[in-house]
């Protein structure tokens, strides 16, 4: 299987930071990464797919980037409503795999 | 816009079979191309991809719980399920069905995506 670490596990932001969430493939996984916003009592929510493309609907301060193992989800001026874990997703090989996720917390 | 919506027993004794089905509204579950998906997580816990089906049957399982793992679809009731056999307490987690989806741009094919969630059904393994 391939293994997604994300870490830190949870930082601390103020709104209007700049905050960038890691993600890392335990083997190459070219662009097949996927990020996902996930709020308490709710469904995960697909914010970027294929490693930086922006789902439709979801504000321009998400973006995505990286190829290979290393991958990035940036929030450019962090809002209120973005406070929320964040997880990554591989769909390069079966089974599909997530990282553990990285809670963004209020500073 | 469609929906899925995920249904079941919340409370399953242990040994015994967990069932859940997912169903699809606003569309037929055969327009597309889209792999149908289950996904779980436990309390407090990250996800956990259980396996996916297509409308023609073709399934894929994670290897973790195949030995116990069922994924079936009904095409007529625009509905696919879910059966884990033999289920302990480590099998207690909300339970979403998930539309898998992929990119229609050139050499983006393949780069499936779950682009469309049910808000979860909790499943508690107890006696």
């Known amino acids: 299987d391939i293994q997604m670490t994300q870490s830190p596990s949870s930082l601390s932001a103020s709104v209007g930071d700049r905050v960038t969430v890691p993600c890392r493939a335990s083997?190459?996984?070219?662009?097949?990464l996927n990020w996902y916003q996930q709020k308490p009592g709710k469904a995960p929510k697909l914010l970027i797919y294929?490693?930086?493309s922006l789902q439709s609907g979801v504000p321009s301060r998400f973006s995505g980037s990286g190829s290979g193992t290393d991958f990035t989800l940036t929030i450019s001026s962090l809002q209120p409503e973005d406070f929320a874990t964040y997880y990554c997703?591989?769909?390069?090989?079966?089974?599909?795999?997530f990282g553990q996720g990285t809670k963004v917390e209020i500073k | 816009q469609v929906q899925v919506q995920e249904s079941g027993p919340g409370l399953v004794k242990p040994s015994q079979t967990l069932s859940l089905t997912c169903t699809v509204s606003?569309?037929?579950?055969?327009?597309?191309?889209?792999?149908w998906s289950w996904i779980r997580q436990p309390a407090g816990k990250g996800l956990e991809w259980i396996g996916r089906?297509?409308?023609?049957?073709?399934?894929n399982y994670n290897p973790s719980l195949k030995s116990r793992l069922t994924i079936s679809v009904d095409t007529s009731k625009n509905q696919f399920s879910l059966k884990l056999s033999s289920v302990t307490a480590a099998d207690t987690a909300v339970y979403y069905c998930?539309?898998?989806?992929?990119?229609?741009?050139?050499?983006?094919?393949?780069?499936?995506?779950?682009?469309?969630w049910g808000r979860g059904t909790l499943v508690t393994v107890s006696s």
């Open positions: 089906i297509y409308t023609s049957g073709s399934t």
């Open positions: 294929a490693a930086s």
């Open positions: 606003g569309d037929s579950i055969s327009r597309g191309s889209y792999y």
């Open positions: 083997q190459t996984i070219s662009s097949y």
């Open positions: 997703q591989q769909s390069y090989s079966i089974p599909w795999t």
């Open positions: 998930a539309r898998g989806a992929t990119p229609h741009r050139p050499g983006e094919a393949g780069k499936w995506y779950f682009d469309l």
